[in-house]
């Protein structure tokens, strides 16, 4: 499984930006998808997790509410549409996937499979 996020940028507080992960590899469907983020000096932390027929969403307490992660099995895409963006989400944004798993786990050691990363920057 190779997985290709997108969408980072720099945007204002209060603005909105949507990330893409790409998803290629014969095992990829179905899989539980997963969305980190670290920021230098930490800890990858876990933001957004949906259920391999994506009915269940999960989120971290600091996202809820502001994030929707989403997924297009047809186009092999998970989504993260970040809205009120703060300037604690600049991150870099990472897409995972777990094909083991019966539902999204919130660890790191629970995904097998890591994108290259995509730079969030939030201005005040």
């Known amino acids: 499984v190779q997985l290709q996020a997108s969408g980072g940028g720099l945007v204002q507080a209060g603005g909105s930006l949507r990330l893409s992960c790409a998803a290629s590899g014969r095992a990829f469907i179905p899989a539980n998808m997963g969305w980190f983020r670290q920021v230098p000096g930490k800890e990858r932390e876990f933001v957004a997790g949906?259920?391999?027929?994506?009915?269940?969403?999960y989120y971290a307490d600091s996202v809820k509410g502001r994030f929707v992660i989403s997924r297009d099995s047809a186009k092999n895409t998970v989504y993260l549409q970040m809205n009120s963006l703060k300037p604690e989400d600049t991150a870099v944004y990472y897409c995972?996937?777990?094909?083991?798993?019966?539902?999204?786990?919130?660890?790191?050691?629970?995904?097998?499979?890591w994108g290259q990363g995509t730079q969030v920057t939030v201005s005040s």
């Open positions: 949906i259920s391999r027929s994506g009915l269940s969403t």
């Open positions: 995972a996937a777990d094909l083991r798993r019966s539902v999204p786990g919130r660890e790191l050691d629970e995904y097998a499979y």
